[in-house]
């Protein structure tokens, strides 16, 4: 039973979600059952097969309109999609950075040319995705990046290096942010489409050792003088990469405090039901008022978030979520999250240590969600600017 039982809103409550939340909750528990997901993590990446299974099973594009080979549906697919991963316990298969965060700078910046060419694949999964922003040097102050697309004949070569990049080793097409002007900040970004099949000057770099997501291929890439054809800056025009990057955040940020959201819900069930079987004293765990005390808190306090994160996502399908209020939800609903993380896995004692458990993962997995996708102390100087 759900520990956090905020009814369903309203926006989801469609008979066609409810089928294919059916349809994605099967898929992953058939295709992706705990041995399968253990062996990613050893492999330190999912399968690249993996990919495929999902695209075919009708995971990946969603949201893409079917004339470029989507789903035509909307966000709340989207959302599916990512609730269904949680619940299941399907780490490191990021479907939500390739459908929600990527997927979209295509539908909504590309040119006719560039979305017939790429969203087909990347609906298969014949092509997985990337974003490459953050910089060995460069992190939260994205105008100062120094990797560069400079013209050359009827293209542009690309130099440089970006760090900790998901999807690093499996992805083959990848959104790239470099300077088409290194003489200007923000106006002198661009993003460029690379497709890695062939791509002469580019490689991987090492799969990096993280503190967690140890099933995700976190990695270095490295570009020396690679060709990118002309067609291939992100919606035809030099420059505009700054204010591209911009538009689509306030969604990045939103699905950061979903997941996170989905994740709180998760900690709580697993050590609700842990505290009710394990003994101490004679009496269960759950029957010190102490645990009463702190699970009824964050029980609280998450049910707060949970009503939050769906006002959020009700203003998103309006076309009215702003960029201070999904800061507030990226960085509040994380914070939240590992605070409940922490306590959980306080109640599993040593059980909770050990990776075996789900709360031990967790607690490892969570860490990021407070630094990615603009730090929180980035989404505190953006909810600041809104006063
Ligand atoms: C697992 C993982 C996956 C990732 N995936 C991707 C990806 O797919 N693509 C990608 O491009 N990047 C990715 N990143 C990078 C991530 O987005 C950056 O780590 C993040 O944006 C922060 O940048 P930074 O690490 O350079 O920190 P820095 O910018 O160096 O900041 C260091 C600290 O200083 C604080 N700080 C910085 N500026 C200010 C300020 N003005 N005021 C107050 N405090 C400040 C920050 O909040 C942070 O706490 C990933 C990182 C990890 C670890």
Redesign the pocket.
């Known amino acids: 039973m759900p520990v956090i039982d905020v009814p369903q809103p309203a926006f989801m409550e469609d008979e066609e979600i409810a089928i294919f939340a059916d349809a994605v909750g099967k898929f992953y528990k058939q295709q992706a059952p705990e041995k399968r997901v253990h062996k990613w993590r050893e492999d330190g990446q999912v399968e690249r097969g993996f990919w495929n299974e999902a695209g075919a099973a009708g995971l990946l594009g969603v949201s893409v309109p079917t004339e470029y080979g989507g789903h035509g549906g909307d966000f709340r697919h989207d959302i599916v999609v990512i609730d269904q991963q949680t619940q299941n316990g399907v780490e490191g298969f990021?479907a939500s950075?390739h459908n929600t965060i990527i997927l979209p700078y295509l539908v909504r910046h590309g040119t006719e040319e560039q979305k017939q060419k790429y969203l087909p694949k990347l609906v298969t999964g014949d092509l997985v995705s990337?974003?490459?922003?953050?910089?060995p040097?460069?992190?939260?102050?994205?105008q100062s990046i120094t990797t560069t697309a400079l013209k050359d004949g009827n293209g542009y070569r690309l130099n440089g290096s970006?760090?900790?990049?998901?999807?690093?080793q499996t992805a083959d097409f990848i959104i790239v942010?470099a300077k088409t002007d290194p003489n200007e900040g923000a106006k002198g970004i661009s993003l460029m489409l690379l497709e890695t099949e062939g791509a002469e000057g580019f490689q991987r770099g090492k799969k990096?050792d993280?503190?967690?997501?140890d099933a995700?291929d976190?990695s270095e890439l490295f570009f020396d003088n690679v060709f990118i054809p002309g067609d291939n800056v992100l919606g035809g025009v030099e420059g505009k990469g700054f204010y591209q990057l911009m538009g689509e955040l306030p969604q990045e940020r939103l699905v950061i405090a979903m997941g996170a959201m989905t994740g709180i819900e998760k900690a709580l069930e697993v050590t609700v039901d842990y505290v009710k079987n394990r003994k101490a004293f004679g009496k269960t765990i759950w029957d010190f008022q102490n645990t009463q005390f702190v699970l009824a808190d964050l029980k609280a306090r998450g049910t707060a978030a949970r009503v939050f994160v769906n006002d959020c996502i009700a203003k998103l399908l309006e076309g009215k979520l702003d960029v201070a209020t999904a800061s507030m939800a990226k960085y509040w609903v994380t914070e939240l999250q590992s605070e409940v993380v922490d306590k959980c896995l306080q109640f599993h004692g040593g059980a909770g240590y050990m990776n075996d458990y789900a709360i031990g993962r967790m607690y490892r997995d969570t860490r990021?969600a407070?630094?990615?996708?603009?730090?929180?102390?980035?989404m505190?100087?953006l909810i600041a600017r809104s006063m």
């Not at 970006?162 to 690093?168: E, V």
């Not at 407070?370 to 980035?378: A, H, L």
């Open positions: 990021a950075l990337a974003i490459a922003m953050s910089e040097d460069v992190g939260s102050d994205l970006k760090t900790w990049i998901s999807n690093g942010v990096l993280k503190v967690g997501l995700q976190t990021i407070r630094i990615y996708g603009g730090s929180n102390e980035i505190k100087m």
